[in-house]
């Protein structure tokens, strides 16, 4: 992740270390890799992702489920099917990132439980 993150701009570079550091702490127990060519964690399943792009930033929760659920929490924000676009100057809040991550560990250990991988 280091070497992504380093990578971009510092504005950029900041926005999403401060969205690694919130998953971090969300899901402590979570592998950081790269996952289709951007910044993932892996707890199982995979968990969520994140990136940089010119005009924003993205938080990938690796269901479109949640964003759909979620919509009124999230309603500030643009969202696609399976992902939070959110600006460098705006990122997304610690608690909002935190509440998303614990979400995404429930529903894995729920399709774990069910034998489904």
């Excluded at 899901?27 to 060519?37: C, M, R, S, V, Y």
């Excluded at 993205?58 to 500030?76: I, K, N, Q, W």
Aim: aromatic residues 10%; contains cysteine; proline residues 5%.
């Amino acid at each position: 992740m280091a070497y992504y993150l380093a990578s971009l701009p510092r504005d950029s570079r900041n926005a999403l270390e401060r969205l690694r550091k919130d998953i971090r702490a969300a899901a402590p127990g979570a592998e950081e890799l790269i996952a289709w060519g951007m910044p993932a964690f892996r707890q199982g399943r995979l968990l969520v992702g994140y990136a940089a792009f010119q005009d924003h930033c993205s938080f990938f929760p690796m269901s479109g489920t949640l964003v759909r659920e979620y919509a009124d929490l999230l309603r500030s924000y643009i969202t696609t099917k399976g992902s939070i676009h959110f600006t460098k100057a705006r990122p997304l809040p610690s608690t909002l990132v935190r509440k998303l991550v614990k979400v995404r560990l429930a529903e894995n250990e729920a399709r774990q439980a069910r034998g489904r991988h």
